[in-house]
């Protein structure tokens, strides 16, 4: 896949970029990676632009934004002293409905959300002010379930594809996440900032490798790993790398660029766009199975010895075999 997600951007979601961006050079940096995606993706001119943010964090089960325009004044909980974020987003009411719809049929559990005042998260919210300021395209978010697994959001991602294909649109696809996101816990000043700690640095050094070569399927299979060393362990997985893999293509073959890599507050944000090409990456890591329908969580790898098998489930026993193979 797919000529109908031209590109995958990775973006961080605190404020500092769009409040205080002068108040460290990182943050500068970061501001200006933001206006290079906002041009990039006016470049690839999409229909649509897909939104799965982790700073929107759902219980019962995927939410998706429906209200047509979202007009409200935000203030950031964490580092609400610097400043307010008046906003008028435009969103694909239709796409968001339809996604509802195609998740529901693959075995989600789907919600729309659609009410005046409704909390933007704050990512959703820098993201669409720095990318999408002026509503030249609608855009769709969806939330991320605390306690879903690879194969529910690998299957929602497929739901999206599912709506693309039924629409005939084209879209880019835009995850809000830090790599490392542990924050500094203590008041710092801007220009003392820095990566909360050298083992976070280490694995986003080790992410950021894995970008630049292209290996977005092979940092997708790595998400465990990366939410065991790098991530506070506030939800059940990192998640957002396996919904960016499914929509825009689980392969290696990409374009990698890091845009922008600074401390923000202690976290490892970066900028990062990722282009389908035809190159591939010889260093595959990738063996989990990429499942059509979700049906409950089961061993990623397969089933334990003696448990039965019968019958379709979200995950396979052959890695890469279609689920027409069986029938």
Known sequence: MSQLVKAGFVLPGLVQPLLTPDANPGYRKL???????????????PDVILIYSTMWPSVLGHQVQLRDRLDWVH???EFHELGSIPYSFEMDRAFGQAVVKAGTARGLHMKGVDYHGFPIDTGSVVALKLINPENKRKAVIFSSNMYADRAETVVLGKASLDVLKQQGKTAVAVIISTLSNRLHQNLIAPKDDKIHSLKDQEWNLKMIEFFEKGRMEDLSQLSRQIQREARVKKVNNFKP?????TVVGPHNRYKGE???????????????????????SRDLEFDEDSPDFYTGERNVLGPSAGEATGGLSSQTLNAGVEADDYE
């Not at 906002?38 to 001119?45: F, K, V, Y």
């Not at 790398?241 to 893999?245: F, I, V």
């Open 31 to 45: 501001r200006q990676a933001f206006e290079t995606v906002r041009d990039r993706i006016d470049e690839l001119n």
């Open 75 to 77: 203030v950031d909980e």
């Open 241 to 245: 790398l396996w919904w960016l893999s």
């Open 258 to 280: 890091v845009l922008a890599y600074e401390p923000v507050y202690g976290t490892g944000s970066a900028v990062i766009q990722m282009t389908p090409t035809d190159f591939s």
